[in-house]
């Protein structure tokens, strides 16, 4: 019964980093289109979070001895290499062919476990992540704008390698005594981040008079300041923490084909928030990738005699995991 609470649990605050992170590109759209480069609204959104995490941060600053290697992966991997590898490759290739190449990161993430950390995976939890970046393709019609450019794939591959690094870090440091804090982990992810994007994005140079003015969302005029609190602190600080709790609860596998729920969530929302249509293939493949999701989060093991990714949430670190609380960082 408390295992199946926890599970339960997972699932819904899987959804809720899904919904938020799904809605971070609704926001960020008009504000783009009335002037802002992306980089900068990057930069905003991760520094804005941060500076609202900062109490947090200072209220956890031991862990900056104790844990530094989580700390410098989380902030390099799950906040600033996402972000920067993304817009990378957006800059080369078609946003749908760069989105579904970033949602490999569940296929990802179950290799991490089979091969790196020697842990078998269960067939539903495989079955789930294939319908799920099957349906994605869909989502993204990925037929409509396929450019094979190099530099622009192994850019958007290392934004998937960069968010494994995110569901696999979000898992470490959960229990024993040296047990990471996961709000102070995200605070300090959320700094270091910050300090990375700023020599990235350059945010002197950006013209701060847009953030007084409005943007246009689907024909209503509303006010750029506002469009900017929902990307920092629903999009970012509630995604972030909503995200970090989930993996703990659930699995980084598990979480990880949820979140291809974001690429859905963000589809709906640019539906009825930016008049944006859907044609059929997207609601087929959302209706797919809904399917893939369950059946990934329903998975449980058949016998309790190894360690099975997938499985029930409340099980425990096995070896392979406690090695990671030991120190080890993500790929």
């Given at each position: 019964m408390h295992a199946s609470q926890g599970r339960s649990v997972g699932l819904g605050l899987a959804l809720v980093s899904a919904f938020a992170f799904g809605g971070s590109g609704v926001a960020a759209k008009p504000l783009i289109e009335?002037?802002?480069?992306?980089?900068?609204?990057?930069?905003?959104?991760?520094?804005?979070?941060?500076?609202?995490?900062?109490?947090?941060?200072?209220?956890?600053?031991?862990?900056?001895?104790?844990?530094?290697?989580?700390?410098?992966?989380f902030g390099l991997l799950a906040v600033a290499g996402v972000q920067a590898f993304y817009f990378a490759s957006l800059s080369r290739i078609p946003v749908g062919v760069a989105l579904l190449v970033e949602y490999l990161a569940p296929a990802l993430v179950l290799g991490w476990v089979r091969f790196v950390q020697h842990r078998p995976v269960t067939r539903a939890a495989a079955v789930g992540v294939v319908l799920a970046v099957g349906g994605l393709a869909c989502?993204?019609?990925?037929?409509?704008?396929?450019?094979?450019?190099?530099?622009?794939?192994?850019?958007?591959?290392?934004?998937?390698?960069?968010?494994?690094?995110?569901?696999?870090?979000?898992?470490?440091?959960?229990?024993?005594?040296?047990?990471?804090?996961?709000?102070?982990?995200?605070?300090?992810?959320?700094?270091?981040?910050?300090?990375?994007?700023?020599?990235?994005?350059?945010?002197?140079?950006?013209?701060?008079s847009l953030l007084a003015g409005s943007a246009d969302m689907g024909g209503s005029r509303v006010p750029a300041v506002l469009l900017l609190g929902w990307i920092v602190l629903l999009a970012t600080v509630v995604a972030y923490v909503t995200g970090v709790l989930s993996v703990r609860k659930l699995s980084p596998q598990v979480a990880g084909v949820v979140a291809c729920l974001e690429a859905v969530i963000a589809t709906v929302l640019a539906w009825v928030l930016l008049r944006e249509h859907l044609s059929a293939p997207q609601i087929i493949g959302g209706a797919v990738v809904l399917i893939g999701a369950f059946i990934a989060q329903s998975s449980t093991p058949k016998a309790p005699t190894g360690p099975v990714a997938g499985g029930p949430p409340d099980t425990g670190l096995h070896d392979a995991d406690q090695e990671l609380s030991a120190g080890r960082t993500a790929p």
């Open positions: 009335a002037g802002l480069d992306p980089l900068h609204v990057v930069w905003l959104r991760v520094a804005g979070a941060a500076l609202i995490m900062l109490p947090v941060a200072w209220r956890h600053r031991a862990l900056v001895l104790r844990r530094p290697a989580l700390l410098a992966g989502v993204v019609e990925i037929w409509a704008g396929l450019s094979f450019d190099a530099l622009g794939l192994l850019f958007a591959l290392g934004a998937a390698c960069c968010q494994v690094g995110y569901f696999v870090l979000s898992d470490q440091g959960s229990t024993g005594e040296d047990a990471a804090d996961p709000l102070g982990v995200i605070a300090y992810g959320l700094l270091i981040g910050t300090a990375v994007l700023t020599v990235v994005a350059r945010p002197w140079g950006m013209d701060w």
